[in-house]
């Protein structure tokens, strides 16, 4: 079956066949295979939709390193430091977005390819240091290069440190930012690297094929072709689909939101039972709906119950590769889909994951509007203090691992740890055939870690009661962990403590014989002593039994909030 990968999905044919269904429905035909053609003119050239975001961003706050992409790389064996220089300057002459600087020329920004120079690689040797010792500096070096802010007009924007651990294992950490790049062309970049080291180190041509444009000539093409009929069509659904919704998603927090957003990160690790894993495929294959759909519907109602909200919106990130030719290019291309979620109803788990899948599959459809785009149209009401329409990401990572092939070296990818978060939470599973793990990237002026496992405890808890009885009612799924329902029906229960065998008025009346004149209560300008409140009731007391109050006898009362309702 011939997949298109993407940033949060699989593509498949059938599903393509699907999308392209929902278009031929609204009366629009399926979007058309023209090549993009390379630009005339090699000169400035304008942003893409998606960078503008980035550079308006660096603008505002400039210095900020939230967008750097670090990646790491463990080599053991025999490593040609030299070849892996010079593989890293072949791919920057390859590739024009990794020489491109950003300017702002005749009221707009743009883009300026800079001349190829050769890279070097920044080699620091820690080879004398003890294991524990390289481990620390290890992991300064790495946050401070994440920390590390770019410079946009330089026309730098990959920076590439080789940590020496001994003779035969090197780390590779490189840095590149967001504006020139995304997570799928960090895995071209590790394809290449490979592919050219090898060739280097072996003395045969690079079994790379001539890239037929660059990234600034998908640039100018998507200006020019998202107008007119295409860019109404686009903007019409997303109007609709959209148009009033919730603005912020008020998770429970650990503390206020600060006015000004903050991008201070830290990231836990999960996994989802692999019990659970088949019959969740099996759920999933009965709904004609991908994992994807079946675990962002759980996410979805894990929100639902946390905020109380029946209007959930939660962004995802695609790959919007879906023309040949930009395939193995770098450069940032990746789109985010902010799908939303009518909870109205409280239906059965099935009769939501049919809603999640209706509005992704059309989602998928108008996939070609950039979000940076849309929130321009729309005009939600701004604030400095989250992020607009989306404030929750939810990402399934189901695209094999780039094999990297190194002669006489083992190369293995490590998973960077999160120091930023670009949202209040970004959800992250990797769907692994027979197991599926997850990370949970969280805003640590919003969030303590303890809330956060939960929150990974919840959403296992959440999945094993869709699989025992996906019809059951959104509102009476299973949440709490038996931990959890133990410690809240029976530990927190249990308060043996010793109380007077008093009734609550022979209290009161105790405290009017010891403090008759002290304040009992007040009420606006009003207020009344113990014996006053005392004297007061007794008369009612009186009055309610000529009328035929007893004991057992239920009284009602209907007057206004005053002293004397309290009498």
């Known amino acids: 079956m011939n997949e298109t990968r993407t940033d949060g999905l699989h593509i498949t044919t059938a599903k393509r066949a699907l999308i392209d269904a929902v278009l031929r429905k609204e009366g629009v035909a399926p979007p058309k295979t023209d090549r993009i053609p390379p630009r005339g003119d090699h000169g400035p050239a304008p942003l893409s939709f998606a960078q503008q975001r980035l550079w308006f961003f660096d603008q505002f706050e400039p210095g900020n390193s939230v967008y750097n992409l670090i990646t790491k790389v463990l080599f053991e064996g025999d490593l040609n430091v030299q070849a892996l220089d010079r593989a890293f300057s072949e791919i920057v002459q390859r590739h024009e977005a990794l020489r491109t600087a950003f300017d702002f020329r005749e009221g707009q920004p743009v883009q300026i390819v800079m001349p190829a120079q050769p890279v070097t690689i920044n080699v620091i040797d820690l080879s004398h240091l003890q294991e524990r010792e390289q481990q620390d500096k290890t992991e300064d070096i790495f946050h401070a290069e994440a920390r590390r802010p770019f410079n946009l007009k330089s026309g730098s924007l990959l920076r590439i440190t080789l940590l020496q651990m001994r003779k035969d294992k090197h780390l590779l950490l490189f840095a590149v930012h967001h504006i020139v790049s995304d997570a799928w062309s960090v895995g071209v970049l590790i394809h290449e690297l490979g592919e050219l080291y090898t060739a280097l180190v072996t003395g045969r041509s690079p079994l790379l094929s001539a890239l037929p444009i660059q990234y600034a000539d998908f640039a100018v093409w998507q200006r020019q072709w998202l107008q007119g009929a295409v860019l109404e069509q686009q903007l019409e659904y997303w109007r609709k689909q959209l148009g009033g919704s919730s603005l912020v998603m008020e ?92 909870f109205s109803g409280n239906p059965g788990f099935r009769e939501l994951l049919k809603r999640v899948r209706e509005t992704a599959l059309d989602a998928y459809a108008h996939q070609d509007l950039p979000f940076e785009y849309l929130v321009e149209q729309l005009h939600p009401q701004r604030t400095l203090s989250h992020s607009p329409l989306v404030q929750v990401m939810f990402v399934i990572r189901n695209t094999p691992e780039t094999e990297l092939k190194f002669p006489r070296v083992k190369a293995t990818p490590l998973n960077s740890d999160f120091s930023t978060a670009k949202f209040d939470l970004s959800f992250y599973l990797d769907d692994q055939g027979e197991e599926v793990t997850g990370a949970i990237e969280y805003n640590t002026d919003l969030f303590n870690s303890d809330r956060i496992h939960r929150m990974a405890t919840h959403f296992c808890t959440l999945l094993r009661s869709i699989v025992d009885d996906p019809d059951k009612s959104i509102a009476d799924l299973e949440l709490l962990s038996e931990e959890e329902n133990r410690q809240l029906l029976l530990e927190w229960n249990d308060l043996p403590a010793a109380y007077p065998r008093v009734c609550a008025h022979q209290l009161f009346e105790q405290q009017v014989e010891r403090t008759p004149g002290a304040v009992a209560a007040m009420f606006e300008r009003e207020h009344l002593n113990y014996g006053e409140l005392n004297r007061r009731a007794n008369k009612i007391a009186h009055y309610l039994r000529s009328l035929g109050a007893a004991p057992g006898r239920i009284v009602g009362i209907a007057m206004e909030r005053s002293l004397d309702m309290l009498a």
Do not use: C, W
């Not at 006015?259 to 004609?288: D, M, V, W, Y």
């Open 251 to 342: 998770l429970p927090a650990d503390r206020p939101r600060p006015a000004l957003q903050t991008f201070n990160g830290s990231s836990i690790s999960f996994s989802i039972p692999r019990a659970l894993i088949e019959p969740l495929k099996t759920l999933t294959r009965s709904e004609k709906a991908t994992l994807f759909m079946t675990l962002l519907a759980a996410f979805k109602v894990l929100l639902y119950r946390y905020t109380g909200q029946h209007d959930i919106t939660v962004g995802t990130p695609i790959a919007n590769r879906q023309r040949q030719e930009i395939e193995h290019l770098i450069g940032f291309f990746t789109n985010t889909l902010a799908l939303r979620t009518d």
